[in-house]
């Protein structure tokens, strides 16, 4: 991990998350864009849904995003080289923290306009493995004038005005703990294309 400096794994380890605008070339990022295109125009996305098991739902309210997920997808090369650098990542942090990682999930999310993601904790209740979330954003550009901010928030749950609001810059690599950040997708003025998955502790099919 070559691209990560220091003080990556340092606000990682000291605040909970952080974030990358180099570690994803640019010509990988507009080719996972570009997978993703082709996998909505093909009907392969679906309302994605809260809760787990016997509880889960679809409520655009709350969460408003269609995914993707890669399991069946997984033949395109640009989905392939993203693998592995999550993989080189996956090692660096079992190698730094100790967290025993062993495998991750992905989905392609697209946020249409004035849809978000209410406030919310990514490890499910009863279901501890996952371990480090992940999110890159794939669009071509995007302004603050744009919206769609992902907002993180500190362990005494801050207000929103008080929150870290990150915009989705083209390429940005933002990681955070599953269990201990709760954060937030701000609606946005136009749609929003990003890859999203998890750092788990145990195997997943």
């Known amino acids: 991990m070559d691209a990560l400096s220091d003080s990556f794994f340092c606000h990682l380890e000291t605040q909970g998350w952080a974030y990358s605008d180099n570690l994803i070339p640019p010509t990988?990022?507009?080719?996972?864009?570009?997978?993703?295109?082709?996998?909505?125009?093909?009907?392969l996305f679906h309302s994605a849904h809260i809760g787990h098991l016997a509880t889960k739902k679809a409520d655009p309210v709350i969460r408003g995003d269609q995914i993707c997920w890669l399991d069946a997808h997984t033949q395109e090369a640009a989905i392939q080289t993203f693998l592995t650098l999550v993989t080189e990542l996956q090692n660096t942090l079992n190698t730094t923290y100790y967290l025993g990682l062993r495998s991750h999930e992905f989905h392609f999310a697209r946020y249409d306009v004035g849809f978000g993601y209410k406030k919310h904790l990514d490890q499910h209740r009863n279901n501890p493995h996952r371990k480090i979330s992940m999110v890159l954003y794939l669009n071509d550009a995007w302004k603050e004038t744009d919206g769609g901010e992902l907002c993180l928030y500190g362990p005494e749950h801050t207000p929103i005005e008080q929150a870290t609001q990150l915009i989705p810059t083209p390429g940005r690599l933002v990681i955070f703990r599953s269990d201990l950040i709760w954060h937030e997708v701000l609606p946005g003025n136009k749609p929003r294309w990003s890859l999203t998955g998890w750092l788990r502790d145990d195997y997943t099919l």
């Open 28 to 43: 990988l990022r507009s080719k996972l864009l570009e997978t993703a295109h082709l996998l909505w125009e093909r009907g």
